[in-house]
């Protein structure tokens, strides 16, 4: 989506996986320009302009086979123990609400210290879920309990550092492209 938004700006960009936990510096110290994906947070806001929101991350909350996945809020799971992507921007208020936070390297790590009993839960994004659910139905079938709905949602953002030329006018562009992709329905 960001890439198509670029190319009808007339701009390219190249795309570069960064390990979850050196995300955050290695977007705000360097080497790369900005990310196509990010979640807001107080940290990034200094160094960082934000695109509009262009997508949502639904966290939901994913268990072992034949536990509760009934929650409303993470309020409802204080003192349970839930493993989260070290060097995601969960949210300023995130840490306070309630259950003790694991720190993962991955998704992957998250799910391998939920199945080998570490953790509790993991909090996973909807369409990561889905993405297992179906590819990986008998397996998932056997071993994860699966919430229905979003008990954190993070809108996403194209970030950019400041001090990249232009970063305000290429934001201002790729918003502009973002509604024209909507209105075309190319989005």
Known sequence: LVEAAFGRIGMQSATTFVEPP???TSLLTGPFDGSAAAWRDAERERVLIYSRPYLENRLILVGRRGTSVTAAKLADLAGKRIAIVEGYAYGDDFEKSGPAFVRSKSEEDS??????????????DDLVVQYILTNYANEARANLQVGRMALVTR?????????????????TRFNAQLRSMIADRTY
């Open 22 to 24: 050196q995300f955050t």
């Open 111 to 124: 799910l391998k210290l939920l199945l080998d009993g570490r953790v509790d839960y993991t909090l996973m």
């Open 155 to 171: 809108p996403l953002f194209l970030a950019l550092r400041r001090a990249l030329p232009d970063a305000e006018s290429i934001v």
